[in-house]
């Protein structure tokens, strides 16, 4: 019996998944005590110069990320709307993974067409 590798795109399905469950479980308590409401987190978030510096790396990639998902998106095929909205709600560990396996399965797609 021969096991194939994973593939990158079913790792970064994988990895979507985890990005999508992992930071709404590892803040369950902040949620249920706050729930999702973006006026107290932000406030949160910079209440240390710590938190801040890591708020700040986080926002400015997730902008970034946003800009060449649109853009690489459009030359490739990909719809990107449900990353971006997954990066606004979730984070980068969900849209970037989630990203990257629609932009492999658009690949994929291109060349079994060829």
Excluded: D
């Excluded at 930071?23 to 110069?49: K, R």
């Excluded at 719809?79 to 606004?88: E, G, Q």
Aim: with cysteine; charged share 10%.
């Amino acid at each position: 019996m021969s096991t194939q590798p994973m593939n990158r795109k079913n790792i970064y399905l994988i990895l979507a998944i985890v990005g999508t469950l992992a930071p709404p479980i590892a803040g369950a308590t902040y949620l249920l005590e706050h729930g999702y409401n973006p006026a107290h987190l932000m406030p949160a978030i910079f209440s240390s110069p710590v938190s801040a510096m890591v708020g700040i790396n986080v926002i400015i990639g997730c902008i970034t990320l946003a800009i060449l998902m649109h853009t690489e998106g459009r030359e490739l095929g990909v719809k990107t709307w449900l990353p971006i909205v997954a990066i606004t709600f979730i984070g980068i560990s969900s849209g970037l993974p989630l990203y990257l396996y629609l932009r492999e399965r658009a690949k994929s797609s291109e060349l079994a067409q060829n």
